[in-house]
């Protein structure tokens, strides 16, 4: 997967926050389920603020931008794998699905934390 399939992914998983509000650990906590390289990381947080998905708030929080158009759809399998969040064991398996590709496997107690709409 390339860079910018990378930094379109994570955009659709801000989009996709059912919350107000996100810390900015929360915001990179998310990004990383996508990529962890630092740059990328940035850059996403940068793209998300030009796009309005997100706006910086004094005290470094972020407020999600309401009624975006969710991107990502969630479906769920039974299944024998890892989180991809936690690394726990599980066997009914939650999936992120973009247009083309799919993330994860998680557990449905990570799912809940990642305070995603449509769960």
Not at 33 to 52: K, M, S
Not at 61 to 76: A, D, E, I, S, Y
């Amino acid at each position: 997967m390339g860079a910018e399939q990378k930094v379109e992914q994570a955009l659709a998983l801000l989009e996709s926050v059912e919350a107000e509000h996100l810390s900015v650990r929360e915001a990179v906590e998310l990004i990383e389920l996508v990529t962890a390289v630092p740059e990328l990381v940035r850059r996403v947080l940068r793209e998300a603020e030009e796009r309005g998905i997100l706006r910086r708030e004094e005290g470094g929080r972020l407020v999600v931008k309401p009624g975006t158009p969710r991107r990502v759809r969630l479906t769920q399998r039974e299944c024998r794998a890892q989180c991809l969040r936690c690394g726990r064991r599980i066997t009914r398996c939650f999936f992120l699905c973009f247009a083309g590709s799919e993330l994860g496997p998680f557990g449905s107690e990570c799912i809940r934390k990642l305070k995603l709409a449509g769960r």
